[in-house]
């Protein structure tokens, strides 16, 4: 398969997935069935959504939910087929928003302007407040909730990346220190050569000048002796030479150097460096400036390396508990997790009980140590370790989030149906009173007064009595509380034209 159309066929699949609740508003039976054309525009828009999930995930969620809201509270049909056909993909577009955006914060004012703007579209088309309250509440749990899952889905990978690169990071580890391990092998073997040999070496050399000075040796053989004699000796010193060379580290630094030199020397060899050191230095004999000085110094290695011709600043500070050195320079390309040397480094600074980053961040490459005056406990944690750590906490938190939000949107779904059940029932009660004062032959002006402003349900309940012929009923309600007993309970009235023609009390249990 070509891996270049695999996330075709993948949208391609999702698609069809996605479409098929849409293929069922078509085909049922249920009120409020989709026509053909419907059916056509809501494959359209599922479609629109997956193109755009990639490049502009939250544009696909403002898509995904304003199709959404128009099923389900736009058409005057029953919202049931609605809601059902187009609820997979509002999901789906904001789980695949919460798994790529990267800025949380960007993601939420994109939800906030995305429910606004749907909330707007719902009340030009409706100017129905119930409906743009249905379509605030949809908006923010069904896009919302889909992203912090979607979140934690990221933020859950990227800790499985942490790992690997902690586990790579160990693995480098663990070949340099095996390397250390043979490169320390084979300067005890040398040493022992030259122990060995070189001790063999010079009893040979000494037998052998025994001989240059033997009385009974003529001088031709003397002579011959003498050039053996030199021969052995030369190799010895050879092979001092050679474990000498095997035991060669790099050159230390100079008693007495400091970060001033270091960058005056950088300068003469054509490098753009500024210092800015602050406070008293520390003995330049001491392990703490030797310390910091080989900061800088391999600092202004990778530097000229890496980096040729830019701009590289020094700021060293030293203070009488530590010194803290800052170098940094455009970020021309990655060294961070490569090379021997900036991790020798962070081991030198760790042993020193100090504490040690290198890495690039908005295109600066920035190099800062702490070398305290006295070394402390030793830190065993590594930067992949902090890392991995970093990641942890950033999916715990995600997680901790995810369920939070869940929670809140849950409850504060649950306490605005509350309310606005409240508020429906309080704003619709016909007081018994009035309804018994009320009699069938009177006129819409003299039942007005009586009637609150709103109606308790707007469709005939499935319990209704059959109505008088060429009559329209409204219903409202007995009573202030929605989650008694009685909430069940309505009054009737019917009027046939402007005249009341019947009032009946219905229970639709």
């Not at 749990?141 to 586990?167: I, K, S, T």
């Not at 890496?306 to 009488?320: C, D, I, L, Q, W």
């Not at 060294?335 to 690039?360: K, Q, T």
């Not at 008088?468 to 009923?473: F, S």
């Amino acid at each position: 398969m070509n891996p270049t159309r695999s996330p075709l066929i993948r949208d391609v699949l999702l698609w069809a997935v996605l479409g098929l609740p849409v293929w069922w508003a078509l085909a049922t039976t249920h009120i409020g069935r989709f026509a053909w054309w419907e059916c056509a525009l809501g494959l359209v828009a599922i479609g629109g959504v997956l193109a755009l999930r990639r490049s502009r995930p939250m544009w696909a969620v403002l898509l995904a939910l304003t199709t959404w809201s128009v099923a389900t509270v736009v058409r005057p049909e029953s919202t049931v087929v609605g809601f059902a056909a187009f609820l997979p993909v509002a999901v789906a577009a904001g789980y695949s928003a919460g798994v790529r955006v990267d800025r949380p914060r960007d993601a939420l004012v994109s939800l906030a302007w995305i429910t606004a703007g749907v909330a707007l579209l719902v009340l030009l088309a409706r100017m129905d407040d119930g409906a743009v309250l249905v379509s605030v509440i949809g908006t923010a749990f069904f896009g919302a909730l889909p992203w912090f899952l979607g979140r934690y889905r990221r933020q859950h990978r990227d800790l499985v990346w942490a790992g690997w690169e902690r586990a790579e990071q160990l693995e480098r580890e663990q070949r340099i220190i095996a390397e250390q391990a043979r490169l320390r092998e084979r300067t005890r073997i040398a040493g022992d050569m030259h122990d060995l040999l070189g001790h063999e070496l010079s009893l040979v050399a000494l037998r052998i000048g025994g001989l240059e000075v033997a009385p009974d040796l003529d001088e031709r053989h003397r002579e011959v002796a003498g050039q053996a004699r030199s021969a052995v000796t030369s190799a010895a010193e050879r092979l001092r030479e050679v474990v000498e060379m095997l035991r060669e580290e790099p050159p230390p630094l100079t008693p007495g150097g400091d970060v001033g030199d270091l960058v005056r020397r950088a300068r003469d060899s054509g490098m753009d460096v500024e210092l800015h050191e602050s406070g008293e230095p520390a003995d330049p004999t001491s392990l703490r400036q030797r310390a910091v000085c080989r900061v800088v110094q391999e600092a202004l290695t990778n530097a000229a390396k890496h980096a040729p011709g830019t701009e590289v600043s020094v700021r060293v500070e030293h203070t009488a508990a530590d010194t803290r050195v800052s170098v940094t320079n455009a970020a021309t390309s990655d060294r961070s997790g490569e090379g021997y040397g900036l991790v020798a480094l962070a081991e030198r600074v760790r042993l020193s009980g100090g504490e040690f980053r290198a890495g690039a961040q908005d295109g600066v490459f920035a190099l800062t140590a702490r070398i305290p005056q006295e070394a402390g406990p030793i830190a065993p944690r590594s930067e992949s370790a902090d890392r991995l750590a970093q990641a942890r906490r950033r999916v715990r938190s995600s997680r901790t989030t995810a369920i939070a939000v869940t929670a809140a949107c849950v409850g504060g779904l649950a306490v605005i149906s509350g309310g606005i059940a409240v508020f429906d029932a309080a704003t619709s009660v016909l007081a018994p009173a009035d309804f018994d004062r009320l009699r069938p032959g009177q006129s819409r002006a003299e039942v007005e007064p009586y009637l609150p402003m709103r109606t308790r349900v707007d469709e005939a309940p499935a319990t209704d009595p059959p109505r008088p012929p060429g009559a329209e009923c409204a219903y409202y309600s007995t009573h202030q509380n929605p989650f008694d007993e009685r909430r069940l309970e309505l009054f009737r009235l019917c009027f046939r034209g402007d005249e009341l023609v019947s009032k009946d009390f219905l229970e639709t249990r």
